[in-house]
């Protein structure tokens, strides 16, 4: 799933990193080599 918008914000269910969106490139996010999950909140 593309970042849309800033604030979104991410998790990566392997590792639990999490990340919040300051500037929208276009692309995906992707920790430990799978596509990270966005979250509510």
Known sequence: MPVRKTGE???CNL???????SKVGGGELVCCGK???????
């Open 9 to 11: 914000k991410y998790r």
């Open 35 to 41: 596509p990270m999950e966005k979250i509510e909140g």
């Open 15 to 21: 590792c639990g990193n999490e990340v919040v969106v």
